[in-house]
């Protein structure tokens, strides 16, 4: 199987291919291809590219598109997260196990039950976005979901989320709403999920999230850690109206 790397848009005119950045490294020095091996291209479409090596220098890659074949692997559902922050690597595996599962965008959030506070992870957002570009490498997909550029609010999450379809927030305190229990007219093109932190949301956060349209929903009867419950509603979203 030819490794797989994302190319932005840009970098591909016609049939010509040029590979800039950390790949050019990775494809040099660990992968050690030379003019006339081939590698797969994901650009901004819905078309997997192979594309055989012309030239390998040290700050660019140029190839030649030898093959296009239809590829899609993105989720017909849309889920945008919005996932409270989480103390240690908590939020890193979270965000890396979102990407895995589908999530189109994800939004770490700052609530009253945070024990991180934002001064402290300002510096984090362009690992996120790394993490969610390796992932996507890594599972295959062919977009990299968008993490947002700074730490929001719940209530700013909410404001955001006007337009989805369906607008959940998973609550441990809530016993008898589950996916399942739903009265939905039609399937959900696009979710709002939000996520607490370790201790939770607070009764005043739900409020202020049904205020906004958002119904509280159940993962079950144990209470589930941060960083496995968006793990369980991400895939019981896909099981119900997406891809698994």
């Known amino acids: 199987m030819s490794h797989k790397f994302f190319v932005p848009a840009e970098q591909i005119v016609g049939n010509r291919v040029t590979v800039t950045g950390s790949d050019v490294s990775h494809i040099r020095t660990v992968l050690r291809l030379k003019a006339g091996d081939s590698i797969q291209v994901v650009g901004a479409s819905d078309r997997l590219l192979t594309v055989q090596?012309?030239?390998?220098?040290?700050?660019?890659?140029?190839?030649?598109?030898?093959?296009?074949?239809?590829?899609?692997v993105e989720s017909p559902l849309s889920v945008h997260l919005g996932l409270a922050l989480t103390k240690g690597n908590k939020f890193d595996a979270a965000l890396r196990k979102s990407v895995e599962l589908g999530a189109c965008s994800i939004t770490p959030l700052t609530t009253e039950r945070c024990v991180v506070k934002t001064h402290q992870v300002g510096i984090k957002t362009e690992r996120w976005k790394k993490i969610a570009l390796e992932s996507s490498k890594q599972c295959g997909r062919i977009q990299v979901p968008l993490v947002a550029e700074g730490i929001e609010t719940l209530e700013a999450f909410c404001r955001d989320s006007d337009d989805r379809d369906l607008k959940l927030v998973f609550w441990e305190m809530e016993g008898d709403n589950s996916l399942k229990a739903l009265?939905?007219?039609?399937?959900?093109?696009?979710?709002?999920?939000?996520?607490?932190?370790?201790?939770?949301?607070?009764?005043?956060?739900?409020?202020?999230?049904?205020?906004?349209?958002?119904?509280t929903v159940s993962l079950g009867p144990r209470i589930l850690r941060a960083e496995t419950a968006p793990v369980v509603a991400l895939a019981l979203l896909q099981s119900l109206w997406g891809d698994l």
């Open 53 to 72: 090596l012309v030239a390998v220098k040290a700050k660019e890659i140029q190839g030649e598109v030898i093959a296009s074949e239809n590829f899609d």
């Open 183 to 215: 009265k939905l007219g039609r399937a959900p093109r696009s979710v709002a999920a939000l996520i607490g932190p370790e201790g939770g949301f607070s009764t005043a956060e739900i409020e202020k999230a049904r205020e906004y349209g958002f119904q």
